[in-house]
């Protein structure tokens, strides 16, 4: 570890931007996680999880069907919606939810956008007989309420967001708020690799098994390591995830899909990286979505779990060093991904997911038909099955 | 050279008495309505004003603040009129801070802002999700623009931190008198006395507590332990009662008369 990191740094960004009534919570929380990678009855606690309650390892699939729509390439997917609560978010609420045991906390408070780490907070919760407060947008609540229910029957209260634009970034707002208020028992357990340190780091290291498992499966099917990774990127803990294992093969491409919503050109997007300017938002330094007075500027994006205006910091540093590339999928390419995934493989995504699809699609026809890409299948789309009907003109 | 602030403390220590600080956002309720609320409150005899930069996120401000914030923004602050906003304070002979997240500043130009502070006669910035550790380019931009640097400490601050924070503070220590958001509560916190006192055996700068002051008896329940009394929300829920700016400036001067009497009656 570098000692930049050691900060909370990656090169110019990440770091802490936070009341002083936070740093306690963040230095408790940064010791506890520091001293729990060291500790091995908390390593074999969370590998026990992993194999008796998450699923894992989770499965490779290769999608040759899909692959004549992708130049030909063969495609890996890393099948992280088949994971218990259908994403990848369970790895990180399984890790932090045992950290906030580990403090001796007894409640947790999370934000959710598309529902997937709202119904993973709420499972721990449940799991761990901890009081779990999720906040989520209004019209997140609205778009994904197949979720809300879910994180009510899993004993969660949902409290709607109706501040701001009503989306992800107001529910961290709120979380924010509620965590300043009740620091000394409460454990805000942030479902992305973005905000204050410790958590783009924490968060990166309880989703990088993504990654390490993923790499020694390729080899073992393909006999080689991927000519690219690809994952869709919102805050970017899938992304980093699955990249993060690989960040040493340097012939290894590293692809993150942004949300370009109707495209970056009409700054209706998500698109972070590709269409922000460096900026603080949340508690750590990255790219942003402002104006010239570094107001915050609302994103848009089909999928909810995208729709957020900022990045971690980490995916940053990678896209200015050049080690990971970043590139907007629209709306209309991450839906015709969708569908496509769904006729050719039978397997339908989530709608974030298909962005990475939508990616592998261009990606594979620019590396043609002896490329290998694997793609980080981040969730499944049950939760999407209204928003894509509505998409689709399928009346129900 | 001292700052207008730094001044304005030696009297009142000398007048063995607190400081009344308010808080009101630029633009809020209007461009022109803040600058006539400033002069009021300079008129019933408030000793100094923050003027806040209303921001997107204010992840610290309870429902009051977040309201008048999202009005300042829909009338289109932006940081020429919170420097203008600022003027009008110097111009009627008030020290004047801004007060404001840290994304405007980096947004404006580090260097740039603290020079635009000094041009239009603030007194300094109150920066309270700025971290000391990420304060070195901010410190040296304010050193060279001659301007104080405040920061806000809490309750949960231990003694060793909080030498390390005051240390980077001037013109005064800013101690939130609770574990929360901003807003106005019944009943004043236990922990602030305590924690102006630790803040005492590490440092000799003037300490002002905010978050929670609302009312007469409770400036002076301040007042009588702290250097300065910092209200904001009250004054914020007066002028959002209010039915016309008019009415906005008389209820304003009617809670700062209130206040000034409790800050003055404390000791």
Redesign the interface.
Known sequence: MSSSET?GHFGPFG???????L???LDELEAAHNSALKDPVFQKELAHLHTTYTGRPSILTEVPRFAQHAGGARILLKREDLNHTGSHKINNVLGQALLTKRMGKKRIIAETGAGQHGVASATAAALFGLECVVYMGEEDTRRQSLNVARMKLLGAQVVPVT??SRTL?DA??EA??DW?????TTHYLLGTVAGPHPFPTMVRDFHKIIGEEARAQTLELVGRLPDAVLACIGGGSNAIGIFHAFIPDKNVRLIGFEAGGDGVETGRHAATISGGTI?????T?SY?L?D?????VESHSISAGLDYPGVGPEHAYLNDIGRAEYRPITDAQAMEAFALLCKTEGIIPAIETAHALAGAMIVGKELGPESVLLINLSGRGDKDVQTAADYFEIPL | MTTQLEDLFVQTRSENRAALIAYIPAGFPSQEGCKKIIAALAKAGVDAVEIGFP??????D?PTI?EASGIS?ANGT??AEVFSALKSAHDVGLPALVMTY???????GVDNFAQEMARNGGSGVIT????I??SEGWKSATDGAGINTV????????DD?LAR?TARCSGFVYA?SL???TGARTTMSSGAEDLVSRIRTCSTLPVAVGLGVSTRAQAKEVAGYADGVIVGSAFIKVILEAKTETDAIAAVDVLARELVKGVREAR
Not at chain 1, 180 to 184: G, R, Y
Not at chain 2, 55 to 60: L, R, T
Not at chain 2, 102 to 108: G, K, R, S, T, V
């Open positions: 900060l770091g802490r931007f936070v009341p002083e009534a740093i306690g919570a501040a701001g970034k961290i707002n924010m708020r300043v208020t009740n620091v000394e900026g603080v938002l949340h508690g330094r942003v402002q010239s007075n570094g107001q915050t | 921001y997107s996120d204010p992840v610290m309870g977040q923004l932006g940081a840290w994304n405007p500043i980096e947004a404006y309270p999700d700025l971290t550790e990420e920061y806000v400490v809490a309750l949960s601050t231990n931190r924070v939130a574990m929360g958001v």
